[in-house]
């Protein structure tokens, strides 16, 4: 087939490939490196093919079963048991009569690929091994002595391939198989653990998905019932007297409270007198989901051999070395029997990473005070434009208005993030990373602090502040000369549904709608650059590249990169950050999210498996810091909810009120002769208007602390309060619960 040697009996296992040389001095100093370090892969038993019919030439590489064995003894890899195939036992060739090591394809392709992997990337390109800067193909592939290092995929994609791969196009890949379980074995054996394990994850959490999605649309459907007579509706819309107070200064006129009738039918939806019980149950099912995600995912590391790790087994980074190359000291390392920099003093590290994340503290910075421009944006637009009065065009507006603010936060988004990564990979390139496990872990940090402050800062600003500190009409609050922002009435919670909304479900789309495009069009562009010869610079005019074997095809593809899977997996984070720190709100958010991760999951492995190299099968541990965000998350989000439904909904004055009328409780009255004539309404067509309404609790003007936080205030306080840590208590204890069942858990014998 298209990926053995010449006489078609030895499999290539791995492809380096490199242009052909020139008589430069670069090329000739190369030349040396790729001399020697091809010798050195011979010594250590690899068997080697060289294919150079073209300007971009070809090592191919296989490992023949001694080596195989040597070093899957070395490598302390878990191999099934003979007889016994789910059960995995460290390989050692003194006990051949536990292990199958006779069968033909007892070493799968990607035991075979990670032993090549490991073998090159601990093999020397120098006649004697004094720095062990000078080991590895990642510190050939950055000094370009060659161009690229990667196992091959199995077979073609066309509909006759047998291979695995053609394989898990048609049974995984496909998008009419979005709703049977994916098979995470054959997931594991090709793609390697680490990707076996973002996807059952993935599972596991759209399974969980479903069934909070199925609880969420109900909250939301069942207060259609009662949509057209609630309380709340029926006192405004009836109310033909109720004269409210300008929205803004001067251009803004008074409005009656009825002409926003409809929008308090559409507010019912998010605040009614059963709000309060769904909400507390979706709090406590974020905690419980949590819990069983962890216990899942417990289970299938153990099953596949993940439980160990230790840093110092691991390589270091060349990026790292290269740091360290003018340390004098070294000690030795026995496990790639070489000299290495000794470990920097604690105060240099430290000094790096405090610079490293004061420079990250300056950009999260600027991240929230985009979101205050924007704030403020609205603000002067909420000054220029007479949203109610206008009972035809109040629901449009109060609509539409923050569904375009989100729009701007989105796309203001989308774009820092892109910004920020850069910044994030430069500040973290200047860290003390030795192994490549702890570079991704805080390079992945940094990134998700600043998707955190970027999507979030919007919605917590409706959430925590808005309408919560603007005065009254005779003294407002003011920022830079501009009003604050004010609640609609009910509250801030329709609005709040309508950017998470917007936010998350706009995210979700153009992901995937990047899915699957950028990946294709890379792919495309590189295959168009190497045919035409011009992948690197200097080629020459019979440069063409001629794609008829497996290594030809797969040069094109992609690169692989220790960044791939950590941006699937930040993607999920941050929806997970949407569902769980807001469900009280948005209980539609499971749902949205359970139609795109079915699309996810099959578009992911469709990417993975069609424009991607083939990633070398090895366990990096990237769910580590993923896992520790989301019991953050989980955290955060039982405080953000039960704030939400205590001090930012109207449930508590509802409940309190909901038999003599929520409306008449909680309006104030202000006399309009005390307006400040530089903000009073300049044209007003009402005549004759003392008074007029505004959504608070104060005192009117005739009491003798006039405009003061009135008792109501202090009357719904402590049932807010209450409120607040009954959501508290109720999110911790499925926690506390299973904690205890941890502690079982952890007691019992393996």
Request: hydrophobic share 40%; net charge neutral.
């Amino acid at each position: 087939t298209c990926s053995y040697f010449q006489e078609q009996k030895r499999v290539v296992d791995y492809v380096l490939a490199f242009t052909r040389p020139t008589d430069s001095d670069a090329d000739q100093i190369a030349r040396v490196k790729r001399t020697l370090f091809q010798q050195n892969l011979e010594q250590e038993g690899l068997q080697i093919e060289i294919e150079s019919g073209q300007r971009i030439q070809f090592v191919k590489i296989h490992a023949p079963e001694p080596v195989l064995s040597q070093y899957c003894e070395r490598m302390k890899i878990k191999m099934p048991v003979k007889n016994q195939c789910e059960l995995l036992l460290e390989y050692t060739r003194n006990s051949q009569d536990l292990f199958d090591d006779h069968d033909p394809n007892f070493f799968t392709p990607s035991v075979r690929i990670a032993v090549v992997n490991f073998i090159l990337n601990r093999t020397s390109f120098n006649e004697t091994v004094k720095e062990i800067k000078e080991i590895g193909i990642r510190q050939l592939v950055e000094d370009q002595v060659y161009l690229d290092a990667y196992p091959l995929h199995d077979g073609c994609t066309d509909a006759k391939s047998t291979g695995q791969r053609n394989l898990l196009l048609q049974e995984w890949a496909s998008i009419r198989k979005c709703m049977k379980q994916q098979p995470l074995d054959r997931i594991k054996e090709y793609l390697g653990v680490d990707i076996a394990v973002y996807f059952g994850w993935l599972d596991i959490y759209t399974l969980m998905l479903a069934v909070m999605a199925f609880f969420g649309v109900a909250s939301f459907i069942l207060p259609l019932v009662s949509y057209r007579d609630n309380r709340f509706s029926v006192d405004i819309c009836s109310d033909n007297s109720t004269i409210m107070c300008p929205q803004c200064d001067k251009h803004c006129d008074y409005w009656y409270l009825n002409s926003t009738c409809n929008l308090s039918k559409i507010t019912h939806l998010f605040e009614h007198k059963d709000a309060i019980l769904s909400s507390l149950f979706m709090t406590v099912c974020v905690n419980v989901y949590f819990e069983i995600v962890r216990i899942g995912m417990s289970k299938l590391q153990r099953c596949w051999g993940m439980t160990d790790y230790n840093s110092m087994l691991k390589p270091p980074r060349p990026q790292y070395l290269t740091q360290l190359g003018d340390i004098k000291e070294t000690t030795f390392n026995n496990v790639y029997g070489a000299q290495e920099p000794s470990l920097l003093p604690w105060d240099k590290k430290l000094r790096r990473i405090i610079y490293s994340y004061a420079v990250i503290f300056v950009c999260i910075l600027v991240t929230i005070i985009a979101a205050f421009s924007i704030i403020l944006y609205r603000m002067a637009q909420m000054a220029s434009k007479n949203i109610y009065g206008n009972q035809d065009l109040s629901i449009g507006k109060l609509i539409c208005y923050p569904m375009t603010t989100a729009i701007i936060n989105l796309l203001v988004s989308t774009f820092l993030g892109h910004a920020y990564r850069y910044v994030a990979v430069y500040m973290t390139n200047m860290e003390y990373r030795r192994t490549q496990i702890e570079y991704n872990e805080s390079l992945n940090l940094k990134i998700y602090l600043f998707e955190f402050v970027n999507y979030y800062t919007p919605i917590f600003y409706i959430a925590f502040f808005k309408g919560k500190f603007i005065g009254y009409p005779g003294k407002y609050n003011r920022i830079l000369g501009l009003r604050q922002e004010e609640c609609g009435p009910g509250g801030c919670i329709m609005e709040l549904f309508i950017e998470i909304g917007t936010i998350m479900i706009g995210k979700q789309a153009i992901g995937l709608c990047m899915e699957i495009g950028i990946p294709f069009v890379k792919q495309k562009l590189k295959k168009y650059r190497s045919g035409l010869g011009i992948e690197v610079k200097g080629s020459d005019s019979d440069s063409k590249l001629i794609s008829y074997n497996q290594w030809h095809k797969d040069f094109n593809l992609i690169s692989w990169t220790d960044q791939s899977l950590s941006n699937e997996y930040l993607k999920m984070i941050v929806q997970y950050g949407f569902i769980t720190m807001f469900i009280v709100v948005f209980p539609l958010g499971p749902l949205f999210a359970l139609l795109n991760n079915l699309l996810e999951k099959r578009l992911d492995a469709k990417k993975f498996l069609l424009f991607y190299k083939r990633p070398v099968p090895h366990s990096m541990h990237h769910h580590r810091i993923w896992f520790n965000i989301m019991y953050t998350l989980k955290s955060v989000a039982v405080f953000t909810n039960a704030f939400i439904i205590a001090f930012s909904s109207n449930m508590v004055p509802l409940l309190m009120h909901s038999s003599d009328g929520f409306v008449n409780f909680s309006l104030s009255f202000f006399n309009v002769s005390d307006f400040n004539e530089h903000f009073a309404p300049i044209n007003s067509r009402f005549i004759n208007v003392t008074t007029c309404s505004y959504w608070d609790y104060r005192n009117p003007p005739d009491h003798k602390l006039p405009y003061d936080r009135s008792e109501f205030q202090a009357e719904i306080y402590f049932p807010q309060l209450l409120l607040f840590i009954i959501f508290i208590v109720a999110g911790y204890f499925p926690t506390i619960v299973f904690w205890l069942l941890r502690l079982c858990e952890d007691s019992l014998p393996e």
